[in-house]
């Protein structure tokens, strides 16, 4: 064998040896990587598992708030509006399992299905529905469909009902979905989504599971926690969701002290929505002190150690 040969070969084989891991869905060690920051426990696929606790206290973040806290954080990518939701007035938080959808390409689809029978995946119904089976309470599908809605229907009511069941939430598809109807009377579901179609999913295919993807302009990556309400979505890095959520609270009374200071005209607009005074300051702290434990969104503990480093 010639050196030129001999180059060639190994250099065929290290190519092999780096692509053959590669399967539909990311290992938990690529996913512990993208989360890196993240020091809490995880689920067995490597995605960070943020408490149920701090995704019911987001549900009480407005989207301003959250986005303001990413921004200050340099996470400039993270929200994305202009949904069509199934329940407007309901707010859902989650961690997010993702799913990326492609153009059909026929050579394309039967490697990702002979990869997903490798991974012990049901082969006989649709790809679409091998991010629902991994499911866990409290994850939110979301999914790339590229802004596809006709041929591009990722769920209908059956896979609908099968998503609720696995997590008790719902979904995030930049596409769309059919059987409308049947998705709102899943009592506790919602979605966010594109559009509404009665075409069935055609000439679209499902390529990886758990890996970075785009929804509109913002990025999102497994393990993010995503609050989505009627004013749009974003997806939080999870090892900044405990910060976030309570820097948030803290603006959140910020917000009732002002709010309550101006009805009593004890300050002027000007004052109130300006950098504060020291005394203004200190009348916060007063009020923060009298403000029922009870109805506080943290705990005091949490405030007084917060308060401390502000």
Not at 95 to 119: H, S
Request: proline fraction near 5%; charge should be positive.
């Amino acid at each position: 064998m010639t050196h030129k040969n001999f180059a060639f070969t190994i250099l065929f084989f290290c190519s092999f040896l780096l692509a053959y891991p590669q399967g539909v869905a990311s290992t938990s060690e690529y996913i512990k990587e993208l989360t890196s920051s993240w020091t809490g426990p995880r689920f067995d696929d490597g995605r960070p598992k943020v408490s149920d606790a701090l995704l019911k206290r987001l549900k009480g973040i407005q989207m301003e708030e959250a986005w303001g806290y990413l921004r200050g954080h340099g996470f400039h990518n993270q929200y994305e509006g202009n949904w069509q939701i199934i329940h407007p007035d309901s707010v859902m938080t989650g961690r997010v399992v993702t799913a990326q959808y492609m153009p059909l390409r026929p050579d394309f689809k039967q490697l990702i299905k002979i990869k997903g029978a490798k991974e012990n995946r049901d082969t006989i119904g649709g790809s679409n529905s091998w991010p629902i089976e991994i499911l866990q309470p409290g994850d939110v599908y979301v999914a790339d469909g590229y802004g596809r809605v006709i041929d591009g229907t990722l769920i209908g009511s059956n896979l609908g009902n099968a998503i609720y069941a696995n997590s008790q939430n719902g979904v995030i598809f930049d596409g769309g979905v059919r059987d409308l109807k049947g998705l709102r009377d899943i009592k506790g579901f919602n979605g966010w989504i594109r559009g509404d179609d009665p075409s069935f999913l055609k000439e679209q295919m499902l390529t990886s599971i758990n890996a970075p993807i785009r929804i509109g302009r913002a990025i999102v990556l497994p393990g993010d926690v995503v609050l989505a309400n009627r004013y749009g979505t974003i997806f939080i890095p999870s090892h900044l969701v405990s910060k976030l959520v309570l820097a948030s609270e803290v603006v959140g009374l910020r917000d009732q002290f002002g709010f309550q200071r101006l009805r009593e005209k004890t300050y002027t607009p000007g004052q109130i929505d300006t950098k504060w005074t020291d005394a203004i300051k200190a009348d916060f702290r007063s009020w923060l002190n009298q403000y029922p434990d009870s109805k506080l969104p943290m705990t005091r503990q949490e405030l007084n150690e917060y308060m401390k480093t502000q």
